[in-house]
């Protein structure tokens, strides 16, 4: 027998996490029950003390750890339950949870339905495999934005960045705040893979040197990192010869790219696109495996918070509706896919049934960057369903289309629908 029964289980308290709690609560369910391995609820977001949270849900500009306090009030009060200092181990497609807490040891949770909201990871040095030495000083972003704004601690004083991603240059800022010197950030593709506020508020705003199809190729360093050696790149991101350049620094900080943590979801069997490397989901954010859920950076890599906590509350109603019904929703599910100049579509699938009740919001990412006007549309069988407009669109800043049921009402045979980007 179980160690414990709940209706709803959450894996992860940032910000999809915590929505998807209260909105369970709010639609329902009985019994919540959140799973966090930190010391306290709130995720990335206690240690993203910049502003830029919540101008999209509350109309302000707040830093994180005041962001996540309002939801971590609003579960408390809704009633979630919650464990703190304990690892999930393991899940199964039957929803049942192994944990493993200081406090309790080992306990085995049985979900009605689970919601797996443990968001993302950093890239590692390993992981771009950089030639040079193995010396200390070489971190993750992320891994800097820890020390420096919960532990306050200093990890160097004269740092090179390599990756434009919204974690990288807000720390080339927040690192110049604290007295370090930030000698440059590099870019491998030809254009930033963050947002451009970041870049104008966190680069151009403190005459930090952007270098764009730029990368690092050797480290040197024994003890600890003594300089760095970075080249051009061609369209084949391969170095250019002739353009090396050496820069001294003490550290080097890593933003090249996050990626959904899945290792959970793939002991249960959920089925993860390879364009994203988060779960395939449809557009109640079920997984494939009926009753698992999956909401926030877990799914895909979100520009802002606001848009993850609002995943988070349809995972959390969806969720709900679940654990009291049991059963899949009608209908068979209508697949979607990126066409020209669109990278990926979440969700990845769709019942037809459910968008002649609702809207539904297709979020995606472009190719390349278009500067020009923007013509972003669905489409099925050649035929265009729906369209928006936008002044421009860039890998770094997500876009979305919502499609009403009036959209859809004239296909009565609906098998996919494809969208694609195009010059207006």
């Avoid at 919960?150 to 080339?172: H, K, T």
């Avoid at 893979?193 to 730029?214: A, E, W």
């Amino acid at each position: 027998m179980p160690d414990m029964k709940v209706d709803v289980a959450i894996i992860g308290s940032g910000p999809g996490g915590l929505a998807a709690g209260i909105a369970a609560k709010q639609h329902g369910a009985k019994s919540v029950l959140m799973i966090e391995r930190d010391y306290e609820l709130g995720g990335i977001l206690l240690q993203c003390i910049h502003n830029g949270f919540g101008v999209e849900i509350f109309k302000e500009d707040l830093p994180g750890p005041s962001y996540a306090q309002r939801f971590i009030a609003q579960a408390l009060q809704a009633g979630v339950e919650v464990m703190l200092d304990a690892m999930v181990l393991e899940i199964t497609a039957d929803r049942r949870i192994f944990i493993t807490s200081k406090k309790k040891g080992i306990i085995e949770v049985q979900a009605k339905a689970l919601i797996l909201a443990m968001g993302c990871r950093e890239r590692t040095r390993a992981q771009i495999r950089i030639p040079g030495t193995r010396p200390a000083g070489v971190y993750t972003a992320g891994t800097a934005q820890r020390w420096v704004n919960v532990e306050g601690f200093m990890p160097g004083s004269e740092f090179v960045i390599l990756g434009s991603g919204d974690i990288g240059m807000i720390m080339a800022r927040r690192l110049t705040f604290e007295g370090a010197h930030v000698s440059r950030v590099l870019e491998i593709m030809p254009y930033i893979s963050g947002l451009m506020r970041n870049y104008v508020q966190c680069l151009q705003d403190f005459d930090i040197p952007l270098n764009l199809s730029h990368t690092i190729t050797t480290i040197h360093g024994n003890d600890r990192v003594e300089a760095v050696e970075v080249s051009a790149v061609d369209s084949r991101w391969e170095p250019i010869s002739g353009t090396q350049e050496v820069i001294p620094c003490d550290t080097v900080l890593l933003s090249v790219g996050l990626i959904p943590e899945n290792e959970l979801s793939r002991q249960a069997g959920v089925m993860l696109d390879p364009l994203t490397n988060g779960p395939i989901v449809d557009s109640t954010f079920q997984t494939n495996i009926p009753g698992i859920f999956a909401a926030g950076n877990v799914v895909h890599v979100y520009d802002l918070v606001d848009w993850v906590t609002q995943a988070g509350y349809q995972a959390g109603e969806s969720a709900a509706r679940y654990a009291a019904a049991q059963s899949l929703p009608d209908g068979a599910l209508v697949p979607t896919k990126g066409g020209k100049n669109v990278h990926y579509v979440v969700p990845q699938h769709f019942r037809k049934e459910t968008l002649q009740s609702a809207p539904i919001e297709f979020q995606m990412r472009v190719t390349h960057p278009i500067e020009k006007h923007v013509r972003l549309e669905a489409t099925s069988g050649g035929t265009v369903i729906h369209g928006r407009t936008y002044p421009y669109a860039r890998p770094g800043e997500m876009v979305t289309l919502t499609l009403q049921p009036r959209h859809v009402e004239r296909f009565e045979n609906l098998k996919e629908i494809t969208f694609r980007a195009t010059v207006k």
